[in-house]
């Protein structure tokens, strides 16, 4: 029997947006202690609380932070690398004061803040287990700082603190990655300073430690206003070794610090992204075996790899699994854990035997099945810009075994445009595409000139160029698939979070391709952006756009509230009242033009919410919202009733 026919976006789908949230958990930041396997479980059925999660090894579950604890580090507001643990001794940060707590993972026992109150914050713990200390980056809030000064401190496990931690690093802008040699008398960090953002350029240092925890002999030993170095690691014999694009592309080095002349030796020449690009605090692409090898990952055709690489010998071999990404790889005994997405299924934390190769998923970030008939898989485009150069993304075509398209329709497309803008999206089963592949459109997600994964000179075409580059870019993607036959021309929309916010809504503004847009916590004036935001970007726009208020011009002409006139199409705007990265301000402001233009514009503000959404009720409306606010653009009867949207000037139904 043939399947029922109906409209897209009139599907019924198995994935409701009750499925975006129920038994779903967020997994990020992996660790070894031993046999035992470390997580952190992003809960929104719990107010979006992130738990720091144990596994033992004979298999047991159970979770280390209770409630009310939120394992959250807000350096750079984005965080990272929020615990540490040896010895089943755990430390983390806790996200309503961002003090530092310590606590038994065996014992579960209420944790103890080793920490002061304060205008202080602090991410990327280590243990320094021999002198009893932690070691981690400090962001000091003191009101009376023109803004947070960053250093490295170390802090007593004792809590005898009062001071905040004795102060390991300081004078630039931004440090990061403390990391300690096997025996614990080097440490290596990275450093970095205005207007740079930490993938443009910074430093690589090492110093010794003393038995009491002072540092000395302090020198740079890699990087530069135009190499940027990423996680540093030391090798079991006593080398340094860390990620630098100093060829236009992140591979890894090795340098011997002992050495009076400092030589960087490459371990394995690519045209290829190893790890990940060094916006986060806590990132891990690599880690060393205990035979000596680098278990890593590295980016190929957009799509991640992992393998085995002898330094040695320079040999990559590559470890097959059925993941197309990789994260937070980390190495102890025989085996490897890292966080994994997979075509076809969630993501999952992956354990992987390093002797026969075998990976076995030890949690999932779900434990919904789906029919593989209602599963969008993705496939790798292509498309060229105005310029004639390569733009790469991954289509994810309407899926759904139980229903099927009238004949001659085409499918509405959703183009994507990712957050950062310095960031990449990588393929793999992501539920929120399949919400919408499941109900016959289109998704398109594009890596624009911009984005990481493809190597320095791709990831600079946007200097300068924010809101140009990348609007062209996803709307060059939406033309090619339309010219191709493949999705429906009158039905084009865009969507994006952040930074890709500002792309949708500059792509309604700027060019004629789209029919609807949604911007989630998006940026809508480039001035108040560059005035009000938080320290870590406040100097980004420089590179993206210019510097400020030099080239105020530029910022007025890429700022989409400046020119309402050149709006004319239907959007939705998102918004957390807690941004501190975009303020809230922004979206409201541009509701309020728009709907003064008298063009469709509905706002859904979130109290409580921040700059990303993390609570299950918040995540269930805007997915139901943002379907009906399509149904109603393009003419659709939605499957399943959902609470109204109200849209402000739109006239038909």
């Known amino acids: 029997m043939s399947p029922p026919i109906a409209p897209a976006g009139s599907w019924c789908s198995p994935f409701t947006a009750e499925s975006l949230t129920a038994d779903i958990v967020g997994l990020a930041e992996c660790c070894l202690d031993g046999a035992d396997v470390y997580w952190l479980e992003l809960r929104p059925a719990e107010s979006g609380r992130s738990v720091l999660v144990r596994r033992t090894a004979d298999g047991g579950c159970a979770d280390v932070t209770p409630a009310p604890f939120d394992v959250r580090s807000r350096v750079h507001e984005y965080g990272g690398g929020a615990y540490a643990v040896h010895d089943g001794l755990v430390v983390f940060v806790n996200e309503s004061d961002q003090r530092i707590y310590r606590v038994d993972a065996a014992e579960q026992a209420e944790p103890t803040p080793i920490s002061p109150v304060g205008d202080l914050r602090y991410g ?55 990391e300690l040699d096997t025996d614990g008398r080097r440490l290596a960090w990275v450093t970095w300073d205005h207007p740079n953002m930490p993938w443009d350029g910074s430093a690589l240092w090492a110093g010794r430690l003393d038995e009491q925890g002072g540092l000395s002999d302090e020198r740079q030993v890699a990087g530069g206003p135009r190499e940027a170095i990423g996680n540093p690691r030391w090798a079991p014999d006593g080398q340094l070794v860390f990620l630098s694009d100093r060829t236009g592309w992140w591979n890894l080095y090795a340098v011997d610090v002992g050495e009076r002349e400092v030589e960087t030796v490459a371990l394995l020449p690519m045209e290829a992204d190893f790890g990940r690009s060094p916006g986060r605090l806590g990132l891990s692409g690599y880690d060393f075996t205990d035979d000596h090898l680098l278990l890593c990952t590295w980016t190929e055709q957009g799509f991640g790899r992992l393998g ?81 150069e390569v733009v790469h993304g991954f289509l994810y075509p309407p899926t759904n075994a139980e229903f099927e398209a009238p004949a001659g329709e085409l499918p509405p497309l959703l183009v994507h445009s990712h957050g950062g803008p310095t960031g990449m999206t990588v393929p793999g089963f992501n539920l929120g595409v399949q919400y919408w592949t499941s109900r016959g459109f289109a998704v398109l997600d594009v890596n624009y000139g911009g984005s990481t994964g493809h190597g320095r000179e791709y990831r ?72 009000d935001t938080h320290k870590f970007e406040s100097r980004y726009l420089d590179s993206l756009v210019g510097p400020y208020p030099e080239a105020r011009d530029r910022y007025v002409e890429r700022s989409p509230i400046h020119h309402l006139e050149r709006l004319d199409c239907p959007m939705i705007l998102f918004q957390g009242a807690e941004d501190k990265v975009v303020p809230p301000a922004q979206a409201q402001d541009m509701a309020d033009a728009v709907r003064a233009e008298g063009v469709p514009v509905a706002l859904l503000m979130f109290e409580g919410e921040g700059h990303g959404f993390l609570r299950a009720e918040t995540i269930k409306r805007t997915a139901e919202a943002e379907l009906y606010f399509y149904g109603r653009v393009f003419g659709f009867e939605l499957a399943d009733p959902v609470e109204p949207v109200t849209i402000d000037n739109l006239q038909h139904p």
């Open 308 to 388: 085995l690489l002898d330094p040695g010998s320079a040999s990559l071999s590559p470890v097959e699994t059925e993941s197309t990404s990789y994260d937070s790889v980390r190495s102890s005994g025989d085996f490897a854990v890292f966080i994994a997405s997979h075509p076809a299924s969630p993501s999952s934390i992956v354990r992987l035997s390093l002797t026969g190769h075998g990976a076995q998923a030890m949690r999932r970030s779900t434990n919904m099945e789906f029919a593989a008939g209602s599963v969008s898989r993705c496939e790798p485009v292509e498309w060229r810009n105005a310029n004639g």
């Open 124 to 178: 990327d713990l280590r243990i320094d287990s021999g002198r009893r200390l932690v070691i981690c980056v400090r962001e000091d809030h003191d009101p009376t700082h023109e803004e947070p000064v960053n250093t490295l401190v170390g802090l007593r496990l004792d809590g005898s603190n009062d001071d905040g931690g004795r102060v390991l690093v300081s004078g630039s802008d931004f440090v990061s990655s403390p």
């Open 460 to 531: 600079e075409r946007l200097l300068g160029k924010w809101g140009i580059v990348d609007v062209a870019d996803c709307a060059a993607g939406a033309t090619a698939l339309a010219v191709q036959g493949r999705v429906d021309p009158a039905r084009l929309a865009i969507r994006g979070w952040s930074a890709g916010g500002y792309t949708t809504l500059c792509a309604l503004a700027f060019t004629d391709v789209f029919q609807a847009g949604a911007s989630h916590f998006g940026v809508a004036d480039l001035e108040t952006l560059a005035r």
